[in-house]
C-alpha cells in the first residue's frame, strides 16, 4: 500500500471535519444526496463528453494504483537485465530466446525479441522509442482525464448552489426555512470544490509521477537490451544502468535512514 496517498487523504479528511465540528458544526449538515448527485453526475458527464469512453475507463482502473506501490520492480528488472547479459556473453545472444517465456513486461520482451532476431541496435532504438512516444502518449490522456475532472468539479458544485438557491427563494415568506435551505445549497460548492482539490487534481499527479518512474524503467530496459546487443561488460551495464534508478535508490536510503 502506498502510506503517502493513503495517510494524505485521510488526514485532509479528518483536518476538514475535524475544524467543522470543532466550530460546532456536525457531518449531517454536509450530507446531502442531492448535492452529491450533481456534483459527481454532472462532473462525471462533462468528463465523459470530453474523453472518449475507452479512455475514460482505462482511467478509472488507474484509480487503484494510486494507492498501491510496485515494491522493487525496478532493482529486480535491473537485476534480471544483468543475468541477461551474463547469459549472452556466454552463450550469446540468441541464448536469449529461451527466456522469452519467463518475461512479464511487454515491452522488455518485445526489445529483447527484435534482439534475439538480429535486429541492429539503432533498428530497436527507433522501434521502441516509438512505443515509448505512443505510451507515454496514452498514460497523458489518462491524467488528463482526472485534471478535466478537477476543473469541472467546482463549476458544477457552483451549477448545484445556484439550483439550491432557486429553490430557496420559493420560500421568502418563511425566514427559518430560507436560512436552513441556503445552507444546504452551498454543501454542492463544497463538494465541488472538495471533489476537485482532495481527489481528482492529486490523483492526476501522482498518476503522472507514477507513469514517468515507469517510463524511466522502460528507457532502462531498452537501454539494457541494446548494451547486451552491442556487448558491454555486464558489470559495466550494471553501472550504467543503475543511473536510472538514482531517484528511486536515494527514496530508499532515506526510508532506510528513518527507520534506523
Known amino acids: 500500500m502506498d502510506i503517502a ?3 494524505g487523504i485521510a488526514l485532509a479528511l479528518l483536518g476538514i471535519l475535524g ?6 458544526g ?27 469512453i475507452p479512455i475514460f475507463l482505462a ?14 520492480h525496478a532493482e529486480s528488472t535491473l537485476e534480471k537485465i544483468v543475468l541477461f547479459a551474463n547469459k549472452a556473453r556466454r552463450l550469446g545472444v540468441v541464448s536469449l530466446d529461451e527466456d522469452l517465456n519467463s518475461i512479464s513486461n511487454p515491452f522488455m520482451k518485445q526489445a529483447l525479441m527484435l534482439a534475439v532476431d538480429g535486429i541492429e541496435p539503432n533498428a530497436i532504438r527507433q522501434i521502441m522509442h516509438l512505443e515509448l ?20 468539479a467546482p463549476t458544477v458544485g ?19 426555512e430560507v436560512g436552513r435551505g441556503i445552507a444546504v445549497a452551498f454543501v454542492a460548492t463544497i463538494y465541488g470544490v472538495g471533489l476537485a482539490n482532495l481527489i481528482c487534481l492529486p490523483i492526476a499527479g501522482k498518476l503522472k509521477i507514477r507513469y514517468r518512474d515507469e517510463q524511466m524503467v ?10 547486451i546487443l552491442e556487448g558491454m561488460n555486464p558489470r559495466m551495464l550494471e553501472l550504467k544502468l543503475r543511473t536510472y534508478l538514482f531517484e528511486s535508490r536515494s527514496a ?9
Request: hydrophobic residues 50%; charged residues 15%; contains cysteine.
Open 133 to 152: 512516444e505512443n505510451g507515454a502518449e496514452m498514460d497523458e490522456k489518462l491524467a488528463q482525464v482526472f485534471e478535466a475532472a478537477g476543473g469541472y
Open 252 to 260: 530508499a536510503e532515506r526510508e532506510r535512514a528513518v527507520t534506523a
Open 218 to 227: 522502460k528507457e532502462m530496459m531498452l537501454e539494457g537490451v541494446v548494451s
Open 19 to 24: 475544524g467543522m465540528m470543532m466550530e460546532g
Open 5 to 7: 496517498s493513503i495517510c
Open 158 to 176: 457552483i451549477i448545484g448552489a445556484v439550483l439550491g438557491l432557486i429553490q430557496v427563494m420559493q420560500h421568502l415568506d418563511n425566514i427559518g
Open 26 to 52: 456536525s457531518i449531517a449538515q454536509i450530507a446531502q444526496p442531492t448535492a452529491a448527485l450533481i456534483v459527481l453526475c454532472g462532473t462525471t458527464g462533462a468528463v465523459l463528453l470530453q474523453f472518449p
Open 59 to 72: 482511467a478509472m482502473k488507474q484509480v487503484a494504483s494510486v494507492f498501491m506501490v510496485n515494491g522493487n
